[in-house]
């Protein structure tokens, strides 16, 4: 059985973290981005499929141009935080899954389903950017998850012409302003929305 964490670290990573629209004029180096791919890449997916292609926004210009695609509540949060991740999925992950899980042929599972392949695209990367979150809090740093974007131009922007690249959602990443987070919202109990069966 795993140690269990601190209660320090779980306010670090959950219940003191919050979704940050502000950021705090601190860099965030190559270093620290590798280092939360370095976790990230750890946790795991359904046969250790590893759809998520990510791209990590960083300069003046390719900031502006991810911004050109959100909605205008987001075009700041883009342009002020130290790093966007763009967490996106490839719809041909299956093609890595010889080397990524050789315990079986994984690879037919999904050959000829490009909807069965789209549908775990989709569920693993968003996983992968869940974990994402989780690592760059561990690492401290704070999110600011964000929709509201045109995913077919970030698509084209980011991703060219590839059809089998999408973009899923994006994540600021960086320091987050205190000043910028909304009082904490509303949790439900267990019993709300859960069952023990």
Not at 60 to 83: F, H, S, W, Y
Not at 92 to 100: G, K, M, Q, R
Request: charged share 25%.
């Amino acid at each position: 059985m795993a140690d269990t964490l601190s209660a320090d670290a779980l306010d670090i990573i959950f219940r003191e973290a919050r979704s940050y629209n502000g950021w705090l004029d601190k860099p965030v180096s190559d270093e620290q981005i590798h280092a939360i791919y370095e976790l990230l890449k750890m946790a795991p997916t359904s046969a250790n499929m590893q759809p998520a292609r990510i791209v990590w926004v960083k300069s003046d210009e390719a900031k502006q141009q991810l911004a050109d695609c959100a909605m205008e509540g987001n075009r700041d949060k883009i342009l002020t935080a130290p790093v966007t991740a763009i967490i996106g999925y490839d719809i041909d992950f299956h093609e890595e899954l010889p080397w990524l899980f050789p315990h079986t042929d994984a690879k037919s599972w999904f050959e000829g389903d490009e909807e069965g392949r789209k549908e775990g695209a989709f569920r693993n990367s968003s996983l992968q950017g869940a974990y994402l979150m989780i690592a760059a809090r561990a690492l401290g740093l704070d999110c600011g998850p964000m929709s509201g974007f045109d995913n077919a131009a970030v698509d084209k922007a980011f991703f060219g012409d590839d059809p089998k690249h999408r973009s899923n959602f994006i994540c600021a990443i960086g320091h987050g302003d205190p000043k910028s987070i909304f009082d904490r919202s509303p949790r439900p109990d267990f019993d709300a929305f859960n069952r023990i069966a």
